[in-house]
């Protein structure tokens, strides 16, 4: 794992070398021609030419419809026996899938599994992991940056402990309201109940990529567990987990993973945990060899399988089967480097053609600072998103001024961020975004 590069808390930036190519659309054609991951797009279909919204949703890919059609054939032909006759068997498809996933985490193939969704997979570690604190620890550091649905999640979990999440929950405060600084993380673990630190891996508007090594280091310093979510970096940066000593983590399979809308989502426990009683435990969990012995005292599987809480849902999960072999095929070192590129590229292109629409960069340019898309802020954030969705360039709105792009590096080309750069100039130079609603409804 020594040669891994451009992986959260490494200081050694992974390099375009930008002096090599020339300018305009040449430059742009002259990177995609010396990308090595390229013919990967032709695996993926998506429904327009610019899709940059990858981290809230990657497309299909023939591998993953592949898998999926054999899950429905299984069914189709073996029914029950499908359990223990297919390939892999039902029974242990998360398990198999958590072999898969762990080397995109740094993690021992016992250490993950591919279980439940982002949100649950958060109540049943955080809780679990809340009962293992003695009285007067159980505080939770977060920051007020976070994917509400994490707070929303802890919160629960300390109410049902009889712990009031206003004086629990601890925030660490943005000082630009784009980053959390890593120092400021630090001081809030000083705060005098904090038993538990839980931060994304990456920002999810911004995109800044945070210091996982340094975050649990200083929190095991203190005696306080490290938990990671790491939704929005999953697939494009390389973890390094097991090494860093982070006690768990939790993911979702449907942005970068590509394993389709809703799909089965992922945890981490380190195995220094391992059997330790799962806060929300069910028969899936149970040790797999007495599973069907049905007795009605819970033992915990030695691994992260524990933390299943019900009958794996095998078609959210078998495209992720299919998609995880794209990945793997790829390598999950060369897709960083890529991402990397393709971020730099764009950062590069907003500043040269945009800046003088008033755009700016919200995402930190440092590369050990960003995880795999970039933040785009203009007061007009959401009228420019609507009318480049309506051109043909799929990206999203957060609020309140950020138009977020996401050059996914298995389908995304340098060619399309220079074209993406270029519409978007063009809807600013022709004003016509003024003509949509100034106010967003519905998913955005
Ligand atoms: C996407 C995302 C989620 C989504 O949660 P689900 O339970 O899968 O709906 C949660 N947290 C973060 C940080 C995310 O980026």
Not at 191 to 204: A, C, K, N, R
């Amino acid at each position: 794992m020594d040669d891994q590069t451009g992986c959260e808390g490494d200081q050694t930036a992974v390099g375009d070398t930008e002096t090599a190519y020339g300018t305009g659309v040449e430059g742009a054609r002259e990177r995609d021609s010396d990308d090595t991951l390229a013919e990967f797009a032709t695996h993926f279909e998506t429904p327009e030419d610019l899709y940059l919204d990858g981290n809230s949703l990657g497309p299909i890919s023939d591998v993953a419809e592949q898998r999926l059609e054999e899950a429905v054939e299984q069914w189709r032909t073996l029914g029950i026996r499908g359990w223990s006759e297919s390939e892999p068997p039902w029974f242990w498809y998360g398990e198999r899938l958590g072999e898969q996933l762990a080397p995109l985490v740094g993690a021992s193939p016992e250490e993950c599994v591919a279980t439940g969704t982002t949100t649950t997979n958060i109540h049943t570690t955080v809780g679990t992991f809340l009962d293992t604190l003695e009285e007067g620890r159980r505080g939770v550091l977060v920051n007020d940056l976070d994917f509400p649905t994490d707070h929303y999640a802890i919160r629960a979990q300390l109410r049902q402990r009889g712990l009031d999440p206003d004086e629990h929950l601890h925030l660490v405060e943005s000082r630009d309201g784009r980053t959390i600084e890593t120092e400021d993380i630090v001081a809030g673990m000083d705060e005098h109940d904090v038993g538990l630190v839980f931060m994304p891996s990456v920002l999810y508007r911004s995109g800044q990529l945070f210091d996982i090594e340094t975050i649990t280091t200083e929190a095991h310093e203190r005696d306080i567990l490290a938990g990671f979510d790491l939704a929005h970096s999953i697939g494009v940066v390389p973890h390094r987990l097991s090494e860093y000593d982070v006690d768990f983590a939790v993911w979702c399979s449907y942005k970068y993973l590509n394993g389709g809308p809703g799909a089965v989502g992922g945890l981490y426990v380190n195995e220094r945990h391992f059997g330790t009683t799962p806060a929300l435990a069910g028969w899936w969990g149970h040790d797999k060899e007495t599973q069907f012995d049905m007795n009605l005292e819970f033992t915990p599987a030695e691994s992260a399988g524990a933390w299943q809480i019900s009958t794996v849902p095998l078609f959210s999960s078998a495209p992720l089967l299919g998609a995880l072999e794209l990945t793997h095929e790829a390598g999950i070192e060369a897709i960083r480097e890529k991402s990397l590129n393709l971020t730099s590229y764009l950062i590069s292109l907003v500043d040269e053609h945009l800046d003088e629409y008033g755009c700016s960069i919200g995402t930190p340019r440092e590369h050990e600072r960003r995880g795999g898309h970039v933040a785009i802020e203009h007061p007009e954030a959401y009228r420019l998103s609507q009318a480049l969705r309506d051109s043909g360039a799929v990206v999203d709105f957060r609020q309140p001024n950020v138009i977020r792009v996401c050059p996914a590096p298995l389908y995304v080309g340098f060619e399309e961020v220079w074209e993406f750069v270029q519409l978007l100039a063009d809807i600013l130079e022709s004003d016509r975004y003024q003509s949509y609603d100034r106010e967003p409804s519905g998913v955005t």
